[in-house]
Each structure stands twice: as structure tokens, then as C-alpha cells.
């Protein structure tokens, strides 16, 4: 799942940044409200991490702007842990949920992927499809037969972003997007390498190729 983290504390952007990365998420990060606010209307983003007090413009009018402009991403907003009133108006402003700080990371990271499950409808810790149950604590797949299969950061992602997602077709630069971070390199012709990886796990059906158009989950037959 594709991040927006919005922080102008910089230490904790360090410190938050690299533990979300290792939970699967791509994260990408604004310090300001004016850039959280163009970032968050141009690109597409699973969730947000929005915090109210930020400089250039507050948290609070950038969920304002968002919703007002239909932007329905779901956001997690941070306050001060006394600041009641902050979590009150970022709720009736659009927020999704809060976190007061100082916060523990692990209760943010649940938040975080209760909000998102929420939002597609998802309500247990996995995800289930074309016979594919996909662990997202562990990071791990499981096919039909009971096998376990570990899966590299890279695969992780896709896959959850394809069973997130299982009736859309998807073009190589839409998940390259949700794969890859802005400062790495986007080749979207390397996403075909781990589709095929994926179809090496689960069988070259799982995944089929609408010619011109993208990926989505198979439909029971072998387009490649």
C-alpha cells in the first residue's frame, strides 16, 4: 500500500519513515501543508498520516481542501494528547481516525492497517482470493495446498495491491506506483519480472494479462 506521511518533525519522519517500509508500505513524505496538499490531489494514495499542526498551512484546512475536492483517502490525523478539540475537528473535518501523540508506533501501525482494510471492506488480518490466502502481519502467501510462500518486499506489495483490488485491471505504471518509492527507479517493464514470479508461486492463471490494458487476478485461464 502506497503512504502519504505528512510530518514536519523531521526525527520523527526518520524515525516512522523506515519502520513503515519494513511493514510493506511504499511511503512518500511531505513537511508542509501546501506540498501535502498538491501531493495528496495529484497522486493516488492508499492512506494518509496527516498531522494538524504543520507549517505553510495547517493539517486541519489540507482535510478540509481534500474532502471538499472529493478526495476520499482515508486519513489517520496525529495531535497533541491533550489537544481533544484538534481530534474533534479533524473528525468532523473528514478524518478517519486519530492518534494522539506521543504515540507508540506499533498502535499507529494497527491503525493503520485497521483504516485500510476498512476502507476496502476488509475486516480480519488477511486477505483471500483465487485460492491465494495472503497473511498481512507475516508478509506471507499460502497457496491451496497449505504451502507457505515467503515473499520479498517487492512482491508483497503487488500482490496485496492486485487482491485489494481484484476486479480492476491494472497498467504496469499504476502498480509500478505502488511498488516503488519516488527515489527509486521506475522501470514499469520490471514489474512484468515479478508478475511472473507471482505466477510461478500460484500457477500462470492467477494473474492474467488484458493485452494493451494491464493486470488483474486471473480468471481461471493463461493469457500471458
Do not use: C
Not at 498538491?38 to 496527516?50: K, N, Q, R, T, Y
Not at 499542526?53 to 491533550?82: K, S
Not at 504451502?147 to 492486485?162: A, D, K, P
Amino acid at each position: 500500500m502506497k503512504v502519504l506521511l505528512v510530518e514536519d518533525d523531521m526525527d520523527l519522519v526518520n524515525s516512522l519513515k523506515p519502520r513503515l517500509q519494513r511493514e510493506g508500505y511504499v511511503v512518500e513524505t511531505a513537511n508542509n501543508g501546501v506540498d501535502a496538499q498538491f501531493m495528496g490531489e495529484e497522486e493516488s494514495f492508499d492512506a494518509v498520516i496527516l498531522d494538524l499542526g504543520l507549517p505553510q498551512r495547517p493539517g486541519l484546512d489540507v482535510l478540509t481542501n481534500w474532502r471538499h475536492q472529493g478526495v476520499t483517502v482515508p486519513v489517520l490525523i496525529l495531535t497533541a494528547r491533550d489537544a481533544w478539540h484538534e481530534r474533534v475537528d479533524g473528525l468532523k473535518a473528514g478524518a478517519d481516525d486519530y492518534l494522539g501523540k506521543p504515540f507508540h508506533t506499533d498502535e499507529l501501525l494497527a491503525r493503520l492497517e485497521a483504516l485500510i482494510r476498512r476502507s476496502h471492506g476488509k475486516a480480519d488480518n488477511e486477505l483471500v482470493s483465487h485460492g491465494v490466502r495472503l497473511l498481512l502481519s507475516e508478509q506471507q502467501a499460502v497457496k491451496e495446498s497449505g504451502e507457505v510462500v515467503v515473499l520479498t518486499g517487492i512482491e508483497f506489495r503487488l500482490l496485496l495491491y492486485l487482491m485489494m483490488h481484484p476486479e480492476k485491471v491494472h497498467s504496469k505504471s499504476v502498480l509500478s506506483e505502488h511498488v516503488y518509492e519516488e527515489e527509486q527507479i521506475k522501470d514499469s517493464n520490471v514489474i512484468e519480472v515479478y508478475i511472473n514470479r507471482l505466477r510461478h508461486y500460484f500457477g500462470k492463471s492467477f494473474i492474467e494479462n488484458r493485452r494493451g490494458q494491464g493486470y488483474r487476478l486471473g480468471s481461471g485461464t493463461d493469457n500471458r
